[in-house]
Nanobody, 119 residues
Framework: QVQLVQSGGGLVQAGESLRLSCEASGSTFGVTAMGWFRQAPGKQRELVAIQSNNGETTVGESAKGRFAISRDIAKNTVYLQMNGLKVGDSAVYYC?????????????WGQGTQVTVDS
């Protein structure tokens, strides 16, 4: 089992910045990618950004130009730097990890952290 512990988040004003962190522990062998998703009330969970071990990064449309993902692979940690936050960015943000195991690719999620952007 892999455990994901998220930190960061909270309430900010529009235009401000926040940094989210997520550290994986436990069964962290075979990690292939880590990233972030978010889910606003009444909406589907959507990709924010994800980065594979080879550095390939995919950023969701809503995050392009404002959010940046980074990883410390040695520490099994992923970060999300969010700049120029908008009211529409308010959501629960979930850390995500993908691992390659003998059973195939497995995904795990963090507990979620609330980000609220006030106008």
């Amino acid at each position: 089992q892999v455990q994901l512990v998220q930190s960061g988040g909270g309430l900010v004003q529009a235009g401000e910045s926040l940094r989210l962190s997520c550290e994986a522990s436990g069964s962290t062998f075979g990690v292939t990618a880590m990233g972030w998703f978010r889910q606003a009330p009444g909406k589907q969970r959507e990709l924010v950004a994800i980065q594979s071990n080879n550095g390939e990064t995919t950023v969701g449309e809503s995050a392009k130009g404002r959010f940046a993902i980074s990883r410390d692979i040695a520490k099994n940690t992923v970060y999300l730097q969010m700049n120029g936050l908008k009211v529409g960015d308010s959501a629960v943000y979930y850390c995500y990890i993908q691992r390659s195991t003998s059973h195939g690719l497995q995904s795990s999620w963090g507990q979620g952290t609330q980000v609220t952007v006030d106008s």
